[in-house]
């Protein structure tokens, strides 16, 4: 007989069982997780008198695609040309600009929505302009379906940007430099040389940034300015926190769920999409002419539009307001908080990532590879106003008291939801690491802690601080599930916001929103250094 | 004495498998010669365990080594390249021969004593990544040596050098080979290298080893 081998068999991968029963036990703990939030939800929607005969789920499903629809098609083209004028041009201080659109991705939605109202609303920059310089106001633009694609397009035209910039600047040199000495015009490059490395990042992209427009929350809630615009998730909230219609919460929520498993069914067929926070090279092609004027000015509205509302953020909060927010116990108890629960559910994140990525990596199995990368779909096929709400009617059902749970239900519910970036951050290098080095480890018998410790560790370093950051940013920016189990004695920063915002206390939220914002900025930056010197220090 | 025997393998879709046969002795070099896809790197696959052939043996002093993982085998094995862990210092890299738990005084010894036998005397701290490529297959050497493998395959381990380091690392596979005894396999589609190295020639053609 003679022995043939599959394509996977022939990979030489490092041999780690322990690794990947680790990783099937905790995608099975995942998966029992989501379970119970389901069955809790289905539960609340048997068992339950039909009150939500007023919820008109046609308009919001309606209401909600739509924005979603809008914000994907303006993001990816606002993205596309952010990322083809970055690509062209070079100018001092290039790499923060790369940097800022990078950070978008961690901007909490709830600051940047408020700094869209200092500049565009009804007190804003522009009115105050506006009156001061022709007499004249230009209304409330911030707030309805404006406001809220304006905010969305904000943050996911910057991290579409970032995603494309990384395509375009992984075009090989050989291929620029013929097109080059062709003496292609600035159309004809892109047409033949960015398009074809960029079409296959936009389905994928795409599908990312309707989920996540789908899945809005506090753009929608700040922004959204009624019910003609309330999109599902605001909806679900509205349902439990101020109408107290867990029935119409359920069916609400199934609907959403529905929808969202049948865009990811459909995007898990597209090309996957790495997280690109790296540097950025400097081109050495530049576009001349009509073309490079257009980069210039492409890149001034993007950072205009991007950096302004922080910048009034900044402004607003960090002046005369900063003081009343501190002189409140209220403000320390949040902020405790607000680091503890960024901290912690970073840290699981991390566990959690690395048990699944560090498994996912030592099979060659097909399926065992998409059972073990199933849980990072567990957000954002059950997003955060769901998964809240499952959470509390669960922990309800269990006979637990909610207040007592939420820490801990805040905790979990933030790392689920981290879960996909994690994945997408830790999950690629260390299968790269596994293939390319894996008969190296296995013909030096290196044991699965040596090989992480001296191995994967030290040149993982950079992106466990990405990773920790990402995790960090989006619980410190988390509205979603803390809007259901926040209580008076129980909140983070941006609940204390929020509530500001609906107790027409302005300056407070202004000066919340610029020290989430300053907090976010620091440990999107400072968390992944920090991480690439303890890692080189194991070298 | 390390005897291969009518080891049989077919990658998928090939209908003629390979069928290696070879003796090599301790103290040598036995050199595998062959045309690009000849089977050269197959057969070192089969031999260090990565690979899984359909029928024959591999015996080490009447050892069988077939019921062997890769990590189990008494084989070291030095690439054309990727030998080393760029990320980690040349001693960290030669560190990763010797048994986990080693006390750190007794390994920072036998660490400076191997690098030292390679020629690498303090190098120890540069990172491997900085290392010339002569450098490194030296490094890689020194780990062999704290490995204490009686079995070295060499996988075109000179390709990447430069005529004068090629020469120098040559001689001192040569000369380890004979000090410790080692059985040295070398897979190269250079003719100088098989000459200046080989006491045992196999040529591999039409998937199957004769004796040179």
Redesign the interface.
Known sequence: ???????AA?L?LP?RPLRIAAAIALATAIAALIALVLWAILAAATGSEGSALRIDIPHLLRMTTIQAGLTTVLSIAVGMALAWALNRLRFPGRDLVVGLFASAIVTPGMVVAFGLLSIWGRNGWINQASEALFGFSIGNPAFGLSGILFAHVVLDGAFAARIMLARLDAIPTPRLKTGQSLGLTPWQRFAIIDWPALRGTVPGLAAIIFLLAFTSFPIVLLLGGGPANQTLEVAIYAAVRQDFDLAGAVRLAATQIAVCSLVILAASALAPIPTSFGASVAPRWRDQGIARGLQALVLALCTIGFVLPLLSVLVDGLGAGIGRVVAQPAFWWATASSLVIGTASALLTLALALVLALGRGATGSGPLRTLLGMPAFAYLAVPAVVLSLGFFLAVRELGLAPATAAPFVVILANSLLALPFAMATLGPPLEAIAR??G??I??????GW?QFV??EY??LGRDIGVMLALAFCFSLGDLGVIALFGTQDFQTLPLMMFRALGSYRGNDAAAIAAILLVGTIIAFVGLPKLFERIADAA? | MLRVENL?????G?TT?YTFSLVAHGGEVTAISGASGSGKSTLL?LL????????GSIALDHRDLLPL????RP???L?QS??L?E???AA?NVA??LP?GTPKAEARRQIAEALAEVGLEGIGEQ?AGTLSGGQKQRVALA?TLL?ARPVLLLDEPFSALDDETRVAVRELVRVLTIRHGWHTILVSHHADDVEALAARRYGLAEGRLTAA
């Open positions: 007989m003679v022995g043939t081998t599959s394509r022939m030489t041999h390319s080095r008969k190296l296995r013909s030096l018998g290196l044991s040596r001296s191995v030290p040149l070298r | 049989t393998f077919a990658h998928p090939q498998p696959d260090a365990g990565f690979l899984t052939p359909a029928s993982p890769p990590e189990q084989v070291s094995l690439l990727d030998s862990f990320h980690l210092s960290k990763l021969g986990a990172l780990r490995r």
